[in-house]
């Protein structure tokens, strides 16, 4: 299967400062990638959409300005948690679909911890 | 609203047995049924993927229903070993490309 790798697996951070998530599709061109949420024993939640060239899609309830994602290449997004806080503290995780495919390959995703 | 149920939350099976999980939804026509097999602290594999039109689909020891009259799918897992143990999800995916994820079944199979 295709292979999406994150980057970093795991982020301990001051509260205050911003956080920056690599994601990128090593062997495929990501046309989508998608931005994850999961807190402990809980399920996948979507927080953005982003295409490549364009502006993120954000579901509702996910503050744009405190979760910036940049999809500036077909093989590379960013989230960037800006002034994290402890409450941002959760299990990021991000997939990529390539032009024309259905599935979606996940990334090993990213521990945050905000102290 | 969307709602997707994986009726177990926690499912124990003895090894060499079939595990069966099961995929409810409500107020959705999926375009596509995915499975996804994920372990504590990584991100979710892909398993397999099932189309509206499709009964069946099989890989390996792995085999899947689609009922869309149901609105349910049926992951098994045959001959089970004790490294079939995680957290299974499935995911609906629409026209849009959007999925939308169950809440996961933990299947420890026993040895």
């Known amino acids: 299967g295709a292979v999406v790798s994150q980057h970093p697996s795991w982020v301990i951070c001051k509260s205050g400062t911003s956080v920056k998530i690599e994601c990128r599709s090593l062997?495929?061109?990501?046309?989508?990638m998608f931005w994850y949420r999961q807190f402990p024993k809980q399920s996948l939640m979507l927080m953005a959409t982003?295409?490549?060239?364009?502006?993120?899609?954000?579901e509702q309830g996910v503050e744009k300005d405190k979760f910036l994602i940049n999809h500036a290449s077909l093989t590379l997004s960013t989230l960037t948690v800006t002034s994290a806080h402890p409450e941002d503290s959760s299990f990021y995780i991000c997939?990529?679909?390539?032009?024309?495919?259905?599935?979606?390959?996940f990334g090993q995703g990213t521990r945050l911890t905000v102290v | 609203s969307q709602k997707i149920e994986q009726n177990s939350e926690a499912l124990n099976i003895q090894e060499g047995k079939t595990a069966t999980l099961t995929c409810n939804y409500t107020?959705?026509?999926?375009?596509?049924l995915q499975w996804y097999r994920q372990d504590p602290g990584r991100g979710p594999v892909f398993l397999l993927l099932?189309?509206?039109?499709?009964k069946e689909k099989r890989k390996e020891r792995l085999k899947v229903t689609f009922d869309t009259t149901l609105k349910q799918s049926l992951f098994h897992i045959t001959a089970s070993q004790p490294a079939d143990s995680a957290t299974y999800l499935c995911?609906?995916?629409?026209?849009?490309?959007?999925?939308?994820f169950g809440t996961g079944t933990r299947l420890k199979v026993l040895a």
């Open positions: 997939s990529a679909r390539g032009g024309g495919g259905t599935e979606a390959f």
């Open positions: 062997d495929f061109q990501a046309t989508t």
């Open positions: 982003s295409n490549e060239g364009s502006k993120a899609t954000y």
């Open positions: 107020n959705y026509s999926p375009a596509y």
């Open positions: 099932i189309r509206e039109n499709e």
């Open positions: 995911a609906l995916t629409s026209g849009t490309y959007k999925y939308i």
